[in-house]
């Protein structure tokens, strides 16, 4: 199991903090969601992490120790800017890569033969890269990060351009290679793939961390929802002690209850009015919790 982690990581251009004390862990057999809006410091940390760009201070440690150039190259790292060559065919090019990891050519053909054909692309192996689609190149890139067993995956916005079935097909590469231990770190603007995906989660706001956890553990901090579904209009629930209401819609309330007490105060309120369809707690969902801590 390997451990890719950040500590303190920090990154200024001129007298603007892009990151700006940024720790996190992306643990070994885990898919880390790294979101954030657009500027927040996803892709300069990620180019620190990969040593593309120096650090202004922290460190970034693989298994606890200060990570070394010869580890970076053991990693597979999907970079912001793509960067095949496009009059070289897909096939060549992976070999290529792989063979700057030390890989024998003929592993590497056949590992990129099989990659090529898992992610759709069997037939157009021998193709030159330019005359591919914007989503099949994308799809090339990854099969560039995931060559020679790296020891970590970093990708920046892997899932983008690429359309669902493509989608599927990266992450059952992506589950293979978190199955034999290795962390995988992934930024992406699809809340709804990266509730579906990860483990593990990681927010930037404006270069700092501003939540970091178990998709279920950040649902669960906050106030708990309650959705409350009676006959007639719930506009009533405004007057409900301890009860703060987000929403109502005709006979649909969502409220934020300040105890059990409030729970149940509102419970004995809809009693009395009339038939209670629904009273059941909400879990926000990441997007509402995205919003909440980057606004
Ligand atoms: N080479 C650079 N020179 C100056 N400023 C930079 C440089 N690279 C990044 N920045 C600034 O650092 C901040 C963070 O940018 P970064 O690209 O890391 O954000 P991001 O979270 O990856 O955004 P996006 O989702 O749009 O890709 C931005 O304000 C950006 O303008």
Redesign the pocket.
Known sequence: MTSLEVRDLTRT?GD?R?VDGVSFTAAGGLLTGFV??????????MRMIMGVLAVTAGEVLLDGAPITRADRRTFGYMP?ERGLYPKQPALDQLVYLARLRGVAERSARSEARDLLERLGLGERAKDHVEKLSLGNQQRVQIAAALMGRPRALVLDEPFSGLDPTAVDGMVDLLREHTARGVPVLF?S?QLDLVERLCERLVI?RSGQVVADGTPAALQDTGAVRHRLVVADDAGWVRGVPGVHTVDVDGPVALVEAADDAAVQRLLATALERGPVHELSPVRPSLAQIYREVTA
Request: no cysteine.
């Open positions: 251009f603007r892009a954030g809006s657009n500027g927040a410091g996803k892709t300069t940390t912001e930024s603007h930037l």
